[in-house]
């Protein structure tokens, strides 16, 4: 063989060598970092729609049943305490008109919603100025209107927690659906 054809192989065997050692590394530098793969056990969601001319949004954690006694079972859900009315970051609710609860009138903007949650069905939606929080940073110093609700538990469960905002009647309704409570607050757009 001649020397030049052993350099040539020599020089090939060396390149071939470096581009495993470099992608070695590369597996090696990707293999070190955590890949999560698995969705969030609380993934935010959004709900947008429009009802008699009204922007409405509402952004949530939706967090999952996943076999736990819920209602009055799990800590920051005892009867008679204010819920965050989902999971993790607090559920953010915009309206681009005013609605009209009944009597009680939510102004157009941006707020937080809470539930304050009673055994007796007698449950309230609570709609609050303070915006950008924790779940669980409830000021009730900050509440703009306390909303009554009408509560079914007697429905199919619901695995993961949902807010809907459908129209119904002259103007929609908020809905909170989890595990088998369903609780709806009506509303008309001003």
């Given at each position: 063989?001649s020397l030049?054809r052993t350099?040539f ?5 060396v390149?071939?060598l470096s581009?495993i050692?470099?992608s070695?590394?590369a ?8 890949m999560d793969s ?9 709900v947008?729609?429009?009802?008699a001319?009204a922007n409405?949004n509402?952004n949530?954690?939706r ?7 819920l209602?009055?079972?799990l800590?920051d859900?005892k009867w ?11 559920t953010?609710f915009?309206t681009?008109?005013p609605l009209a609860?009944g009597?009680?009138?939510v ?6 919603l809470?539930?304050?949650i009673?055994?007796?069905g007698?449950?309230e939606l ?8 924790w779940?669980?940073?409830?000021d ?5 209107v ?10 199919p469960v619901v ?5 809907i905002v ?7 309704e908020?809905?909170?659906a989890?595990d088998?409570y369903k609780?709806v607050?009506?509303f008309t757009v001003?």
């Open positions: 063989m030049s350099l192989r020599g020089a090939y065997a390149a071939a581009l050692s470099v070695a590394s597996q090696g530098a990707m293999g070190g970092m955590k698995k969705a969030p056990a609380s993934p935010r969601d959004s947008i729609t429009t009802i001319g409405i509402v949530y954690g967090p999952s049943k996943r076999g736990r006694v209602f009055n079972g800590g859900m008679g305490m204010v819920w965050r009315t989902g999971a993790n970051e607090a953010h915009t681009a008109k609860f009597a009680i009138t102004p157009a903007g941006t707020y937080t809470f539930t304050k009673e055994e007796n007698k449950w609570i709609v609050n100025k303070q915006t950008k929080q779940g669980t940073a409830y009730p110093k900050q509440d703009l306390r909303i009554p609700m009408t509560v079914t538990s007697n429905n695995e993961k927690m949902e807010i459908k129209p119904a009647g002259k103007g929609g908020i809905i909170i989890w088998n609780a607050a009506g001003k």
